[in-house]
């Protein structure tokens, strides 16, 4: 699709002109030592974001409702054919995403059903290669990806008890005891999840594609409902206008979409609407009534009418392919397609534009306060320098003498900061203790334990609220340290001010309580599929131990990113203030071996003036500089900038100068009562 590609393709642009423009301003502040590994680190991060940056548009609904078919009208009629199988059966049998990573040749990766036995979903089983089987295809001939594609829709007979021991066979459910065969064996997805690594224009510019099975395979795998589906930035939810809205459509709107997050995320699509089209009635007549179908659904969805959309996902392909386009417009699928490059990019735009400004804005500030301080000692440094022309050894003599006294008083302020970095490692390892793996993993033991010896489902809800209250406790434990650390610093920096002037930026104000509200969203999404659950599973263990398994699982990636915020906030507390003893240590390094040169009468004062000045004026420069390499990484971050001249190679052979050691306090005294 054109409008998607187009906006897809400048967000990509943006978003690669901002990775530069961010790398060259490392490679700035590399070049002119401004650089320290906190800050290197931080820009690495954010620059392997954007990098990475993915869009997921996730397609929901009961089998046969024509997903595949409207994932290749809308995304890959380019492809100059269908591409993703498609028929009146059970097609899309596993959960298949389309996405391209270069680092990989274009190939199926599927994991094997087999792995449902095990403990896992698909996330953990991603991290483990050994697990899934690679296919390679041809990227380039359409009909090698159409044969590809259909190995995702491949099946297998099994007996009765192995479909069981994946969850996926129910004794009680009459459709299914149906499905057995004279032998005793039932048909089942051959894979569990497939991700189709395909070089796609689209895919290329960091789109993902999650086509999903229907509700009974959606309800088998809760981690498409707990996590794919949610994490997504547009939800398609697919009706067809000849089946209507049937239960278990809203069954899965219910449980799969509504409640998954933001309606900001939901489209409902009414396809099929070629169905409707019949010689005998008038073009007002046949929209007459998909504006009833419209009003119908959107009253059952409880969803804004202007969030529906009805179309013909196979007129609108072959109208594509056949450059109809009075076909395409009565397929009313480019109106769809408006609104899903509306929904995806701006909004993503935005919180990638805020995250790398706010970057940019820190990192500078960092800079600039440790280029003040150096201008500063240097002035300070002249105006001394200046008032000992034409004065005699005498007060050359005790010049040196403060200096070496300021020397020494410094020592004391860099002394503080390491019995600061003490204290604050410590806190820091309570603050993270919480929310260890080791902390997680005891409490889940416990609700699986006590789950299993209430057997009853309607004593889980409070074991399962339970487990909640513990990570949300968790976490409130982790903010009140967080809080102490705060206070440290501010205290810290409150005494700097006092006694030496020095203005650092505040820590930046940091709560993990985001966190909170994932583990209340994730509560939710556990109540209203644990309803599911019970009634589906019909009391089955197995199935239930899964569903846990997930919410685990889950509940340690809230976890586990709260860490990782946690650690990074951490790591950024000290580098400034290290920094700025750094540069304080050199100049007064530099002002009392100066003055004792002098004394010496190994340089003259005229010419160490002369340096002096020459300094100054090359701090002033760098100032200079800076607020340019600012201003042009802003620029580009709002979108209105020239994009950044070449890119500056930067290696990620970034020099770390070392942080403060207790031995180097001792060196500046040394070196100026030498
Ligand atoms: N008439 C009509 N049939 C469609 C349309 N979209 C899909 N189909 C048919 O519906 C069936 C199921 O489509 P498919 O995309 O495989 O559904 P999925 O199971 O939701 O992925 C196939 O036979 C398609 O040809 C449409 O817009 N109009
Ligand atoms: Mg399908």
Redesign the pocket.
């Known amino acids: 699709m054109a409008e998607l590609a187009g906006s897809l393709e400048k967000y990509g642009a943006w978003r690669s002109a901002l990775a530069q423009a961010i790398v060259e301003f490392r490679g700035w502040l590399q070049e002119n030592k401004l650089l320290d590994a906190e800050a290197s680190r931080r820009i690495g991060v954010a620059v392997d974001r954007l990098a990475e940056d993915r869009l997921v548009v996730a397609v929901v609904a009961e089998f046969s409702r024509g997903?595949?078919e409207l994932i290749n009208a809308i995304f890959f009629a380019d492809c100059g054919r269908r591409i993703?199988p498609?028929s009146a059966g059970r097609?899309?049998m596993c959960p298949t995403e389309l996405m391209y990573d270069e680092r990989l040749a274009p190939c199926i990766r599927a994991l094997p059903i087999e792995t449902r036995a095990r403990s896992g979903g698909p996330s953990e089983f991603r991290r483990s290669d050994a697990e899934w089987r690679t296919f390679p295809v041809d990227a380039a001939s359409a009909d090698g990806m159409l044969e590809a594609f259909k190995l995702v829709s491949e099946t297998m007979r099994v007996r009765v008890e192995e479909a069981k021991s994946y969850g996926l066979f129910d004794p009680d459910d009459p459709d299914q005891q149906a499905g057995v065969d004279a032998d005793g064996t039932v048909e089942i997805s051959r894979w569990r999840h497939a991700v189709i690594n395909f070089p796609h224009p689209l895919l290329r510019q960091g789109l993902v594609v999650l086509?999903t099975p229907g509700l009974n395979a959606i309800g088998a795998e809760p981690e498409l409902t707990l996590s794919l589906v949610p994490s997504a930035h547009a939800v398609l939810f697919v009706l067809a206008a000849d089946t209507g809205l049937t239960k278990s459509d809203l069954e899965m709107w219910r449980h799969v979409v509504r409640d998954s997050g933001a309606t900001e995320h939901h489209i409902a699509v009414l396809n099929k609407i070629d169905g409707l089209w019949d010689g005998l009635k008038t073009a007002a007549e046949i929209d007459a009534e998909v504006q009833r179908q419209i009003s119908l659904v959107s009253r059952r969805l409880e969803l804004d009418r202007r969030r529906i959309f009805a179309v013909s996902a196979q007129k609108g392909l072959v109208a594509k392919l056949q450059h109809d386009a009075q076909l395409l417009a009565a397929s009313r699928l480019p109106a769809l397609e408006n609104a899903l490059v509306t929904m995806l990019v701006p909004a993503k735009q935005e919180i990638v534009r805020s995250q790398s400004l706010s970057l940019i804005e820190r990192v500078g500030e960092e800079v600039r306060q440790t280029l003040a301080v150096r201008e500063r000692g240097l002035v300070e440094q002249l105006y001394e320098m200046r008032s000992l022309q034409g004065k005699n050894q005498g007060s050359i003599v005790r010049m040196l003498q403060r200096a070496q006294g300021e020397a020494a008083e410094f020592e004391t302020v860099a002394r503080k900061v390491v019995a600061t970095r003490f204290v604050l490692n410590k806190i820091a390892a309570q603050a993270l203790a919480p929310l260890k793996r080791d902390a997680l993993r005891e409490a889940a033991g416990k609700a699986r334990e006590r789950m299993h010896a209430a057997w009853l489902p309607t004593a889980f809800a409070p074991i399962i609220a339970e487990f909640f209250d513990g990570l949300r406790q968790a976490i409130r434990q982790t903010n009140a340290r967080i809080a102490e650390m705060e206070k440290l610093m501010i205290g810290m920096q409150g005494n700097f001010a006092q006694e030496l002037g020095w203005s650092l930026a505040a820590p930046m104000t940091f709560s993990i309580d985001s966190y909170l509200a994932e583990v209340d969203r994730l509560q939710e999404a556990t109540k209203l599929q644990f309803g599911a659950v019970v009634v589906l599973t019909r009391g089955k263990w197995g199935l239930i131990e899964r569903f846990l398994e997930t919410v685990v699982a889950k509940s340690r990636d809230i976890f586990v990113a709260a860490e990782r915020d946690v650690e990074a906030w951490i790591g950024s507390l000290l580098p400034p203030v290290e920094a700025q003893v750094r540069e304080q240590r050199a100049a007064l390094l530099r002002r009392a071996e100066s003055v004792q040169k002098i004394r010496d009468a190994q340089e003259s004062l005229e010419g160490r003036i002369g340096e002096l000045e020459d300094a100054l004026r090359a701090a002033q420069e760098k100032i200079e500089a800076l607020k340019q390499q600012l201003g042009r990484a802003r620029s580009t971050a709002r979108g209105s900038g020239q994009p950044p001249a070449a890119a500056a190679d930067v290696g990620s052979a970034v020099e770390h100068p070392e942080l403060i050691s207790a031995e180097e306090l001792g060196l500046v005294r040394q070196r100026v009562s030498a």
């Open positions: 997903k595949s993703l498609t097609t899309t086509d």
